[in-house]
Nanobody
Framework: QMRLEESGGGLVQAGGSLRLSCVAS????????MAWYRQAPGKEREMVAR???????GYPDSVRGRFTISRDNAKRMLFLQLNSLNREDAALYYC????????????WGQGTPVTVHA
C-alpha cells in the first residue's frame, strides 16, 4: 500500500506564503490525477488544486491565482505553493492520489496544518 506524507504547513501571517510538499512511498507516475484538498474545522473537505500527469491544472475560484500545484514524478513528490494567504485558507491540507476532476482518490496523506493569523 502506497503512503503519502505531507509537510510544510505552519503558522503564517495574513498575506504570507507557504510551500507544501507531499512525498509518496512509491511511484506516482501511474496516477493521472493528483490533488490537494483542505478541511477547516466544521467544514467539508474541498479540493484546492489538481494536476494531471500531463501537467494540466485546475483550481477553484477561491484560490485561483494564489495557489500553484506542481508535481515531480521522478522524485515522487507533489507540491502546493500558497501565496497571499488569508484567514479563510486556514485548514488541514491533504495530498491525494488517484482521483478524478471531481472526486478524490482512495490514497490520502495524514495532512499538514496551515494556520493564518492577522
Amino acid at each position: 500500500q502506497m503512503r503519502l506524507e505531507e509537510s510544510g504547513g505552519g503558522l503564517v501571517q495574513a498575506g504570507g506564503s507557504l510551500r507544501l510538499s507531499c512525498v509518496a512511498s512509491g511511484s506516482i507516475s501511474t496516477y493521472n490525477n493528483m490533488a490537494w484538498y483542505r478541511q477547516a474545522p466544521g467544514k467539508e473537505r474541498e479540493m484546492v488544486a489538481r494536476i494531471s500527469s500531463g501537467g494540466y491544472t485546475g483550481y477553484p475560484d477561491s484560490v485561483r491565482g494564489r495557489f500553484t500545484i506542481s508535481r515531480d514524478n521522478a522524485k515522487r513528490m507533489l507540491f502546493l505553493q500558497l501565496n497571499s494567504l488569508n484567514r479563510e485558507d486556514a485548514a488541514l491540507y491533504y495530498c491525494n492520489a488517484g482521483g478524478t476532476k471531481t472526486t478524490p482518490g482512495r490514497l490520502w496523506g495524514q495532512g499538514t496544518p496551515v494556520t493564518v493569523h492577522a
